[in-house]
């Protein structure tokens, strides 16, 4: 169904006036030319935007044999030697640059102008948002379609027993715990609405706004909803979310609820909420945007980009990350191909993706070499990641394997430990980040991550939307009478 003619009113607050004329949309069509989608099971090739029997733009979210989509994007391409299995190829993109060191130079550039929102530039807005300051190497719509808040600019911490720097104790307890001298931490959790959700959430309602979608919805496990909860909100569209009851972070779900998305609790897990939003786009013409959308995924590889330009193009030689519907694995592995391919990094970095034993799926695959796909009842305290049958699998097995990568699984005590560790060294994330330390940490003792290399670990949550899960001192602290022996006896224990 095309993509605006459901009835669905728009939310409370968004003009009359739609976002985007004839013209700009001519423009738009115009400009998504060079991008294609092409099926990751049978290659077949499909354009960024097709036409309905209306002449309204008609999503397209999966291959007609069920297959998930991949962006595809044609750039010059300098590392002839990866020329084969590239995909990215030459075209006619004279404006962009031809050089991994041209790239280099234009990224950096814009970092240098202040982090600002402007309130008259848009060029400006873009520069300062970590996922449009790449803009040419995420999506090529015109400025004027961008919805940002902005997003990105996340800190890189030095977490390492050797980089932390003297006077940071607290957070040298996490390369002590890790076993690694250079390790980094990159703090998704610092985004505008918390979670690294919504660098692939910009883009994603950038593409909502440029098919002009009325309303826009997805399954989640609570950040996928808050972020597009609050990216709808301010792009005047309806936001829609399907939620697994009872197993979401409170944080979460207020927050979701309080940008005013219509919040839809299933009684059933993840996996159900999954298949049910799905079906529910399909058929009322709602533009959907789980990762399964491929736009998403385009702006969450700019984790990646900015890893990689705060170590200054010097790549890691590990990154983990928590995997769950494995979006996240198959976006910062395509991102830090593409860099590789463009010549702005000399290496690719190999890539782990950690999994909660009871939501392990993926490394039940890897196991095997990939030769089966698993799918099974998910069951983790770390609710973000409580999933049992990831969709963007091919993806991320694809990123796996290119990029000499492992998935391993660890434990919710093993999660729960570290969080505890890097909740106390002042840092702090949500249960599911964690899982990135645990894994780190099994993979060094196990001597898979080398004790000398470069790791650069992605927390993907911040601390504050679940306040109950590992939190220590019963949640709310100790509680005295209001006197001075009180609070005595109390600092004395
Ligand atoms: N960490 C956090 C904090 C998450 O919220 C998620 C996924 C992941 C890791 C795993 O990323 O799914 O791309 O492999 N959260 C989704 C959501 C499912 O709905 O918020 P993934």
New binding site residues.
């Given amino acids: 169904m095309a993509i605006n003619s459901t009835g669905l009113p728009r939310s409370q607050g968004a003009g009359e006036e739609s976002n985007h004329s004839t013209q700009t949309a001519v423009a738009a069509v115009q400009a998504l030319a060079p991008t294609n989608l092409r099926c990751v099971e049978c290659l077949a090739l499909y354009p960024a935007i097709e036409a309905g029997q209306s002449a309204l733009p008609v999503p397209r979210y999966r291959c007609d044999c069920g297959g998930v989509l991949d962006v595809e994007m044609v750039y010059t391409h300098p590392n002839q030697h990866e020329r084969q299995n590239a995909d990215l190829f030459e075209a006619d993109t004279d404006a962009l640059p031809t050089s991994g060191a041209a790239w280099r130079q234009l990224f950096d550039e814009r970092i240098s102008s202040p982090p600002l929102w402007a309130i008259s530039t848009d060029k400006q807005l873009l520069d300062a948002s970590g996922v449009w300051r790449y803009r040419e190497l995420i999506l090529p719509v015109p400025d004027e379609y961008i919805i940002s808040r902005p997003e990105g600019n996340t800190s890189l911490y030095p977490v390492g027993m050797e980089n932390c720097g003297a006077g940071r104790i607290g957070h040298r307890q996490i390369g002590l715990y890790a076993g690694l001298d250079l390790f980094f931490l990159k703090h ?2 610092e985004n505008p609405t918390g ?3 919504d660098r692939g959430m910009t883009a994603g309602v950038t593409m909502a706004n440029v098919m002009g979608a009325k309303a826009v919805a ?10 597009l909860a609050s990216y709808a909100a301010q792009a005047g569209m309806r936001g829609i979310v399907f939620l697994p009851a009872g197993n979401v972070a409170g944080g ?1 779900l207020a927050q979701t609820l309080a940008y005013g998305a219509t919040t839809v609790q299933i009684e059933g897990d ?1 996996d159900d909420a999954m298949h049910l939003v799905e079906h529910v786009c399909n058929e009322l013409g709602i533009y959907l945007l ?2 399964l959308n491929p736009f998403r995924v385009e702006g ?1 590889k700019a984790i990646g980009f900015e890893i990689l330009q705060q170590l200054d193009w010097q790549a890691p030689d590990w990154l983990v ?11 910062i592995g395509k991102g830090l191909r593409q860099a590789y391919q463009l010549g702005l990094i000399s290496h690719m970095p190999r890539i782990a ?1 950690i999994q909660a034993e009871g939501a392990n799926p993926f490394y039940r695959s890897f196991l095997g070499n990939f030769a089966e796909r698993f799918s099974m009842h998910a069951e983790t305290v ?1 609710t ?2 409580k ?1 049992g049958n ?1 969709v ?1 699998y091919t993806r ?1 097995r694809r990123v796996i394997e290119e990029s000499d990568g492992i998935v391993d699984s660890v434990s919710d005590a093993q999660i729960l430990a570290a969080k505890a560790v890097i909740d106390r060294s002042g840092i702090g ?5 964690a ?1 990135t330390l645990a894994g780190i940490r099994q993979l060094v003792e196990r001597v898979v991550i080398k004790r000398d290399e470069r790791v650069v670990g992605v927390l ?2 911040t601390l504050l939307k679940d306040s109950t899960t590992g939190m220590p001192q019963g949640r709310s602290g100790i509680v005295v009478k209001p006197t001075l022996d009180a609070v005595r006896s109390v600092l004395a224990q």
Wanted: hydrophobic share 35%; charged share 10%.
């Fill in positions: 998704e959790g979670s690294f959700k997805c399954a989640s496990t609570g950040n996928t909803s808050a972020s979460k993840f789980n990762s969450q990350l928590p995997a769950g519907n494995l979006g996240n694995t198959s976006a993706a770390a973000a990641i999933i990831p963007s991320a994330c949500e249960p599911a980040s899982a993907t949550g």
